[in-house]
């Protein structure tokens, strides 16, 4: 029942909650992300890590660096205290914290499959997937060669299955396909959790419907966006937009037959919360809604810590975390490149 979980959450979410607001306390400020950006090399970038959280894992690095290196020594950081959280908890949250990692191993399909169609190596593949959506049977993905063969060799033993009953078909794996595949299973996967949440009840309802929501309707924009001009018809793009969110339904109807970016404004602008996202862009200027969407969910899942007695804070760290893995990575990419006129671009603040 709302408002009385104060009295049991304790017993199970108490220690693995005061673990993750301890984490959320680690992350970086915008003082640090200032220092980060006068930086000249990326040994300067590497020193002021070391006095972070990041220090351990960076500390024995040799120079010369690479981003690359940052970033995987980062996201190590991440996948351990993931791991941490995972083996202490119990039941529902354990679920939950699973549910979290699906969209990565939705992502690592897509990788490897579309790597194999591209005649790439698999173990070059293999090591640029996401350590969160790793499972045992990945490296057999490179064999199938269309999507009955996908579930039937390798993903029915993975949590991944119930998502793919939707985009089975004998049709040969291409780019289109592919893509389609990818937004099947994401549409599947957040209506899944999105019902899971619904489940548990309480605040963990209330907030992760938000979050979960936003996520949809960013998808339904972006599916949006990326199938103006090819030959997906109005129909199949609106059997990718998942069946909850603040667009749902009116809002994927007037999507679906849109036919440039400015339409798709003109859809957005009706819904206040998205108004101000689009405020900030210049007609027919896709180039800076990326950022816009990650300025805004960065804005909710901070104020997902601001209750307690809820499983959304964990949820919320581990997406700000890669939010500002990624930061590090533009800044990176920035100083290695010589560019640092272009460094506050993608940078996104989290404080």
Known sequence: MYGFEALTFNVHGGFLE?????????????????????????????????????????????????????VEKCTLKLVDEYKQMLCQATEP???????????????????????????????ELLEKCHPLGMFDSIATLAVAQNMRELYRLVLVDTPLAPYFSECITSEDLDDMNIEIMRNTLYKAYLEDFYRFCQKLGGATAEIMSDLLAFEADRRAVNITINSIGTELTRDDRRKLYSNFGLLYPYGHEELAVCEDLDQVRGVMEKYPPYQSIFAKLSY??????????????????????????????FFAYIRLREQEIRNLMWISECVAQNQKSRVHDSVVFIF
């Open 284 to 313: 027919g200027e896709s180039q800076l809604l990326d950022k816009a969407f990650y300025e805004e969910e960065v804005k909710r899942l901070c104020l997902a810590f601001e209750q307690q007695f809820h499983y959304a804070v």
């Open 93 to 123: 949250l354990s679920t939950f914290l699973e549910y979290c990692t699906y969209g990565h191993m939705i992502d690592n399909v897509v990788l490897i499959v579309t790597g194999t169609l591209h005649e790439r190596d698999v173990q």
């Open 18 to 70: 005061a673990i993750v607001r301890g984490h959320r306390s680690g992350l970086l400020t915008a003082a640090d992300y200032n220092n980060l950006c006068q930086c000249e090399t990326l040994d300067d970038v590497k020193m002021h890590l070391t006095a972070t959280e990041y220090g351990p894992y960076l500390q024995n690095e040799p120079s010369p660096l690479h981003t690359t290196t940052i």
